[in-house]
Every structure is written in structure tokens, then in C-alpha cells.
């Protein structure tokens, strides 16, 4: 069956843009997950979603980051005014959502802010 | 708070000799741990993972890790290396009141050599 998908794969952008990250769970998956991993670094949480709201959003790093999931499959992370410090691959990773399951990860969208 | 600290930021081995990547976690509730391993330019795959059952867990490839509490280690071993093992290993923690979001360590690079 269709993993998770995430669009697009690469993404450059100027510093200042605003950019839109999109993800595509596994279909039947509730829970919804982004992480963030910098180079040389381990994925790191941002925001977690169960059906159509945040869960969890401790991860954000500030309210320049935003993700939303208004039907509960696809979600989109959103970043305003994008710095060079927010390069980085961005993760997507779905899950039944119930107790400690698998989270399957999607490829990542690669950012480079310039 | 929980952590993982994955003691060995580079391994070498030869093809054909055991694998030992090292971990240890630390976590104020009863942790679910899982070893993930990324190919490169290929998304994260899950390896192995443990839910308080069996402390000797068997995952894919050939792999095992075993969940020691009095040592609050979860080392990834493996009998036999073949060179397709060569990837970035990430020893991973969550509970399940933190919403199951997943706290990574910073990776091993497992080198497999002829």
C-alpha cells in the first residue's frame, strides 16, 4: 500500500518567503506527526496532530511555525518569513494512533532558505 | 524529561563480524524504545521496537536489542554485518502519556567494510 508522501522533495526559497510543507498520511492513520532534522543531527518533534487538532505542538520553535490538518489526513506546516537557520529536512510520520505504534515516515522535503 | 544518548557516533566494522551500536535512555515513565535506520536518500525505517514485553527484542534484518532497565540500555546488536547494513542508526524513546512523540538520539553511522 501508499506510504507517507510529502511535497514537495525540495524546496529553495529566499530568506523572508513564506512556504507551505505538505504531507500525506497512510491512509487510516489518526495520529500525525512533523519532526525537523538538521544536518548531522536526529529528527526532532515539532507538532503532533490526533484527527484534526494539535496535540502536541511543544516542538514549534516559534510563531513562525504553524501546521494545520483540517480533515484529519493531509496536513500542511507553514512557515513565515523563512531564516537561513530554517534549512533543514523536514519529516512526516503517521501512525494508528493508539499507544506506542509504529510511525512510518515519509521521504522528507529537503529546505534550503538562501 | 527523556533523552537517549547514543555513545558512539561513528562504528566500523568488517562484513561478516558482529554489530554493537550503543544506547542509553533515560526517561521519568516507563519508555517504549525503538532503533530506526536511515539509508541514505531513503526515509526512516523502523528496525526493532520494545513496549514493556519481551526485553529481547528481534526486529528485521537479522537484528536484536535488548531492553536492560538496571542499566537503562538498549544496545542494537546484530551477529553477522553485510555491507547493505551500512546506514545511519537512531536509537529512539517516548511514553506514552507524552503522546507517543519520539525523542531521537543523534545517530551512529554504521561503516560496513570488506
Known amino acids: 500500500g501508499a506510504g507517507v508522501s510529502q511535497t514537495p522533495s525540495n524546496k529553495v526559497t529566499e530568506k523572508g518567503k513564506y512556504v507551505e510543507l505538505r504531507c500525506d498520511p497512510i491512509?487510516?492513520?489518526?495520529?500525525l506527526y512533523w519532526y525537523r532534522q538538521s544536518l548531522g543531527q536526529g529528527p526532532e518533534f515539532l507538532i503532533y496532530?490526533?484527527?484534526?487538532?494539535?496535540?502536541?505542538d511543544s516542538g514549534l520553535p516559534n510563531d513562525r511555525f504553524f501546521a494545520v490538518r483540517p480533515e484529519g489526513s493531509v496536513s500542511t506546516l507553514k512557515i513565515q518569513r523563512t531564516e537561513r537557520g530554517d534549512s533543514a529536512v523536514y519529516l512526516c510520520?503517521?501512525?494508528?494512533?493508539?499507544?506506542?505504534?509504529?510511525?512510518?515516515f515519509g521521504p522528507g522535503t529537503r529546505l534550503t532558505v538562501l | 524529561a527523556q533523552s537517549v544518548t547514543q555513545l558512539d557516533s561513528h562504528v566500523s566494522v568488517s562484513e561478516g563480524t558482529p554489530v554493537l551500536l550503543r544506547c542509553n535512555y533515560s526517561?521519568?515513565?516507563?519508555?517504549?524504545l525503538f532503533w530506526y535506520v536511515q539509508h541514505p536518500n531513503k526515509g526512516l525505517q523502523l528496525l526493532l521496537k520494545?513496549?514493556?514485553?519481551?526485553?529481547l527484542v528481534k526486529g528485521i534484518n537479522g537484528f536484536e536489542a535488548e531492553f536492560k532497565k538496571s542499566e537503562t540500555s538498549f544496545h542494537l546488536t546484530k551477529p553477522s554485518a553485510h555491507m547493505s547494513d551500512a546506514a545511519e542508526y537512531f536509537c529512539?524513546?517516548?511514553?506514552?502519556?507524552?503522546?507517543?512523540?519520539?525523542?531521537f538520539g543523534t545517530g551512529t553511522q554504521l561503516k560496513v567494510e570488506l
Open positions: 510520520a503517521s501512525s494508528l494512533g493508539r499507544g506506542p505504534d509504529t510511525q512510518y
Open positions: 491512509s487510516g492513520h489518526t495520529a
Open positions: 496532530f490526533q484527527g484534526t487538532g494539535a496535540a502536541d
Open positions: 526517561s521519568s515513565y516507563s519508555p517504549s
Open positions: 520494545y513496549t514493556s514485553a519481551a526485553t
Open positions: 529512539v524513546v517516548s511514553f506514552t502519556g507524552g503522546g507517543n512523540k519520539l525523542t
